[in-house]
């Protein structure tokens, strides 16, 4: 009998042979072992396409819980009536333990003793799973239903078992990776959260609580109006196509990190005709006034030309460092007033006049800068570790695609 051979892109060095085709039915049977001991608690209770915990509408009557089934590490489940929601099968974890999923998910449990960490992968793996659903959607009564029985008649491609532990460690080992840089992203992201706390004023106090050596003078107390030359905002570009020569900045284009993302862009002549007096400069500080408050980023000189619309704020300064000013406006200060100071209408929104009346806490020049450089290298770091997340996601996408496609 001829079959379809599969050969991955990538392979280990001492691999060579193909894949074996091998039915699902082979590999896996449906199972329907019920809750009849009731020894679960409703922590163990699984509900979704995404198999989270919930205790939410669970019923306690126990007649009710024996129709849950039990589900066990290795198990891949579907939600069999409504598969549209999930595409592709969760495959059951040590981090869910063993546990009960209600009557509606369809179980599969291996017939054997399989390598989890390679599974877990293949199973998770959209390109694989969404071809061999739609096969054994295709004849069910109700379009969208799994069958059972179609599913189980669909082939896979399996590696030698030494092949699959390979695989699946050099997989669990690039998520570790990944897992231990978004452990210090988080352990960052929580540092600058602390300095903002700690390195400006709270509470109304004219001193914040924690000082560079050398600094012991009372902060004064400043309206952002009377250290700026321009505070103004742009306005929606008549064409909509998104298409010209200059950047066009709008909120979405400022990450939550400070930088800036172009996308859209507009004429020329727009930018210098009904656009011109929100015609961008360097190191111009944009403020989000609508929508997400309080977004704040630093105008790079290599964005410009550049543009930007009615929900963000220009702030040109006249005195003090910039990135001061734009890191004490990302702070916590500004999100306490801005939650004071709300326009409740549409959507959230904050005047100019609003913006030009916040009250800013102004150390000497000196010391903004010694604060700005802490913050610009924290700000760094996190822009280094996310880049270390992108590229390994990047790096484990690209080796799932020439593994399993």
Known sequence: MITEQHVPQFRFKGFSDSWEQRKFSELFQKSSEKNTNLSFSRSQVLTGATMTDSDRDINSDDDYMKTYNVIHVGDILFEGHTSKQFAFGRFVLDDYRDGIVSHVFDIYRPKAKMNLSFWKYYIHDENVMRPILVRATSNARMLNALSSSEFLKQSVFVPSENEQAKIGNLLEQIDSTIALHQRKLELLKRLKQGYLQKLFPQNGENVPELRFKGYSDAWEKRKLSEVTNLITKGTTPREKGGRG????????????????????????????????????????????????????????????????????????????????????????????????????????????TQVASLQIDWPSLHEQEVISKLFARVKDLIAATQHKINLLKKLKQGYLQRIFC
């Open 245 to 352: 020569e200059v950047n066009f900045i709008k909120v979405e284009n400022l990450s939550k990190n400070g930088n800036i993302f172009t996308t859209s862009k507009v004429s020329v002549s727009e930018h210098q005709g009904y656009l011109a007096r929100s015609i961008l400069q360097e190191n111009d500080i944009l403020f989000s006034i609508a929508g997400s408050l309080g977004r704040t980023a630093i105008v790079p000189k290599l964005v410009l030309p550049a543009n930007t619309n009615q929900a963000l704020a220009i702030i040109r300064l006249s005195t003090g460092c910039v990135e001061f000013v734009a890191t004490y406006l990302s702070g916590e200060a500004i999100d306490r007033y801005i939650r004071r100071n709300p326009t409740v209408g549409a959507q959230p929104n904050i005047s100019l």
